[in-house]
């Protein structure tokens, strides 16, 4: 019996111990509404989101390494891409499904594996033909427009590249922006410009890898502050 027992533990102290981790992987971000969110869950967004993936790892045995896999499918094609740091941040520039793995691994021997999804939308640009900056909080200011999720009008979609400019009727640029989430007051150095036609031409590109080349006028209405202004003249002629 004591032979039996001897010849027990001596096989038992002969196996390899199984190689344990403890991790406890999140998500952090932030979305275009400025809301911040730690989740491990799916993750839908717009593109460019910038998510930063920590593991909270503890009691990992000696030999166990943490791998971060990046599986993208998207209308540009796909691609894999692999981290080795505990804790990594990526920017998502494409639009399209990418799944996230914390991989834990003994040599190259998987023990676990733990994945969250990260879908990117497609884009889409619009710019209006109109504005009014007259200071009466409604549409005061120039810049890009798109549709929400619902499919009504709301902020433009997963513009990864965007360039804008304003020009008068004599092709003078009145002014520039290079980001999607710019507007253009209707001032030239500082003046307001005159009621009137003018012209943007914009230069974008999608997350999906759309490409925006729109030119349109633009028309700049003032009249209710000319409204409100001879208003204001005839109330105190009086």
Same mark, same amino acid.
């Given at each position: 019996?004591?032979?039996?027992?001897?010849?027990?533990? =001596?096989?038992?102290? =002969?196996?390899? !111990?199984?190689? !344990?981790? $403890?991790?406890?992987?999140?998500?952090?971000?932030?979305?275009?509404?400025?809301?911040? !969110? &730690? /989740?491990?869950?799916?993750?839908?967004?717009?593109?460019?989101?910038?998510?930063?993936? &920590?593991?909270?790892? *503890?009691?990992?045995?000696? +030999?166990?390494?943490?791998?971060?896999? !990046?599986?993208?499918?998207?209308?540009?094609?796909?691609?894999?891409?692999?981290?080795?740091?505990?804790?990594?941040?990526? %920017?998502?520039?494409?639009? @399209?499904? &990418? /799944?996230? *793995?914390?991989?834990? #691994?003994?040599?190259?021997?998987?023990?676990?594996?733990?994945?969250?999804?990260?879908?990117?939308?497609?884009?889409?640009?619009?710019?209006?033909?109109?504005?009014?900056?007259?200071?009466? @909080?409604?549409?005061? #200011?120039? +810049?890009?427009?798109?549709?929400? $999720?619902? @499919?009504?009008? +709301?902020?433009?979609?997963?513009?990864?590249?965007?360039?804008?400019?304003?020009?008068?009727?004599? @092709?003078?640029?009145?002014?520039?922006?290079?980001?999607?989430?710019?507007?253009? $007051?209707?001032?030239?150095?500082? *003046?307001? /410009?005159?009621?009137? %036609?003018?012209?943007?031409?914009?230069?974008?590109? +999608?997350?999906?890898? #759309?490409?925006? $080349?729109?030119?349109?006028?633009?028309?700049?209405?003032?009249? #209710?502050?000319?409204?409100?202004?001879? *208003?204001?003249?005839?109330?105190?002629?009086?």
């Amino acid at each position: 019996m004591k032979k039996k027992l001897f010849f027990t533990l =001596l096989l038992v102290g =002969l196996l390899p !111990f199984a190689a !344990f981790a $403890d991790t406890d992987p999140q998500a952090t971000y932030t979305n275009s509404k400025g809301e911040t !969110f &730690t /989740v491990w869950d799916k993750i839908e967004g717009e593109a460019p989101l910038t998510i930063r993936f &920590t593991a909270n790892a *503890s009691m990992l045995d000696e +030999g166990v390494t943490l791998e971060w896999h !990046f599986n993208h499918t998207g209308a540009n094609g796909n691609s894999d891409v692999t981290r080795y740091e505990e804790d990594t941040e990526f %920017v998502f520039t494409e639009s @399209g499904t &990418t /799944v996230v *793995s914390l991989v834990e #691994k003994q040599g190259d021997e998987e023990l676990n594996r733990k994945s969250i999804s990260v879908i990117i939308s497609e884009s889409h640009l619009e710019m209006p033909n109109a504005f009014s900056p007259n200071d009466d @909080g409604y549409n005061d #200011k120039y +810049g890009a427009k798109g549709v929400n $999720d619902e @499919g009504a009008e +709301g902020h433009y979609k997963s513009i990864v590249e965007f360039r804008a400019m304003i020009f008068n009727r004599w @092709g003078q640029k009145l002014y520039e922006w290079n980001d999607v989430s710019g507007y253009w $007051d209707g001032t030239y150095k500082g *003046s307001p /410009v005159k009621a009137g %036609v003018y012209y943007v031409v914009v230069k974008a590109r +999608g997350a999906d890898g #759309k490409e925006y $080349d729109i030119k349109r006028d633009v028309n700049l209405i003032r009249q #209710k502050n000319e409204a409100y202004e001879n *208003s204001s003249s005839s109330s105190s002629d009086q």
